[in-house]
């Protein structure tokens, strides 16, 4: 009985003890602030989350063939250490596959003798990196670089393309495209022409100040053959559009082209001497040449209505789009919608060919208006919504500072 006692005894004060030490954990858990006496301590430089400070670094360029294992081998990984990274980088970002000649790496290793690898960071590109921690077990993650936005302006006159002159005032040509998205329902590129000018108002994005791209464009302004079209930025009810100055989209039913670069070759026309048949024929449809496999999109809406392959037409699609209008694409390389589909304007419904009756690579693109082929360059199509008039205010304060900003900008050339 005395032994069974003291048992229970020892039991309950083991208990005792063990419980107040939770208790006591419990205290040590919570946050005790730090001093940091910042006058005296220099600030410490970081680089990729890592104290540059602390480690003796080593940076470098991956070189052509060069894997991730000798890479690491070279910095005495071992080989099971290299194993296991290779293995948890999978589900963050594959890199024995994706480990590209030209790439940055770096090396944290320790600062004595042994020069230990602590970390290595990886940079697949200059808005990301991807860290393997190897201290204690081996942590991998990615980290996305901070962003600044700015915001900047450019104009300039036609020489030759919108693309071109960007390229020669050193203005991003990725501009061009956005500026050719924005106005693709209102101007043809294929037919803008000397002194047609712009000037544009866009986000320049940077990482640790060096520029990784043009971000949206914020307004823009074109003046084609002395008319001037405006396209200005601007939310409201969730959507997120360009309108002009009188607050309607720029957005029409169709698209002015149904290729985004390419060349006008031929118009529409009741009459012109074909240059495979060689006899004098209507040309119904509008060509545009461009390279072999360019893509060709959807001018608005619809659905296919036949996709498929004739002597003359060679590979073509046909959607209709409504009641009103169909349009036709023809001899493509390969179509790459079927039957049947739905299809948004811009989607890729096939590529530039020269199938079917054709001298050389080229869209016919063809237009319906109520059953009758018409020449699409000469329809002036309704437009989508404009902005309703309870966000006409704010749209108004958006659109007069774009205007100042514009008056401001002067044009190089003109
Ligand atoms: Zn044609």
């Not at 012109?272 to 040449?289: C, E, M, S, W």
């Not at 079927?338 to 079917?356: L, P, R, W």
């Amino acid at each position: 009985m005395q032994k069974k006692n003291k048992i229970i005894l020892v039991v309950i004060s083991i208990l005792i003890i063990v419980l107040s030490f939770c208790f006591v954990n419990q205290y040590v858990v919570v946050d005790v602030p730090e001093v940091v006496q910042q006058d005296s301590v220099p600030v410490p430089t970081f680089e990729f989350g890592m104290r540059t400070d602390t480690f003796s670094i080593h940076k470098g360029e991956i070189k052509p063939n060069e894997i991730i294992t000798s890479l690491l081998l070279k910095f005495n990984i071992p080989q099971q250490q290299i194993y296991e990274m290779v293995n948890k980088s999978k589900g963050v970002y594959d890199i024995e596959r994706n480990f590209i000649a030209g790439k940055n790496y770096t090396f944290f290793c320790t600062k004595d003798s042994l020069n230990n690898p602590q970390c290595f960071v990886y940079e697949p590109n200059s808005l990301e990196y991807i860290v393997f921690d190897l201290r204690d077990s081996i942590q991998v993650y990615k980290k996305k670089r901070p962003i600044k936005t700015e915001i900047r302006t450019a104009s300039g006159v036609i020489t030759s393309s919108l693309y071109k002159t960007l390229q020669d005032a050193n203005i991003s040509p990725v501009l061009a495209i956005e500026l050719s998205n924005i106005f693709a329902w209102t101007i043809d590129f294929y037919r803008i022409q000397k002194n047609d000018w712009f000037k544009v108002i866009y986000e320049e994005k940077f990482v640790d100040n060096k520029s990784v791209g043009v971000g949206k464009i914020i307004a823009a302004q074109f003046n084609h053959s002395g008319k001037e079209f405006q396209g200005h930025y601007f939310v409201h009810d969730g959507i997120a559009d360009y309108f002009d100055e009188k607050a309607n989209s720029v957005k029409k039913a169709f698209l002015k082209s149904p290729l985004k670069f390419g060349r006008l070759t031929s118009g529409f026309t009741m009459k012109r001497f074909h240059p495979v048949q060689k006899i004098n024929k209507a040309h119904l449809g509008t060509d545009y040449a461009a390279p072999k496999g360019t893509p060709i999109l959807a001018t608005g809406n619809g659905v296919v209505v036949e996709s498929a392959h004739g002597i003359f037409n060679g590979n073509y699609v046909k959607i209709r789009h409504n009641n009103t209008y169909t349009t036709q694409y023809l001899h493509m390389s390969k179509r790459a919608v079927n039957k049947g589909e739905k299809v948004k304007q811009g989607d890729v419904i096939g590529y530039v060919g020269s199938t079917g009756l054709a001298t050389g690579p080229h869209v016919c693109y063809r237009f319906w208006k109520n059953g009758k082929q018409s020449n699409h360059l000469k329809e002036d199509f309704p437009t989508a919504e404009p902005i309703q008039k309870q966000y006409r205010d704010s749209f108004n304060v958006v659109l007069q500072e774009n205007i100042k900003k514009f008056e401001e900008v002067v044009i190089k050339g003109k």
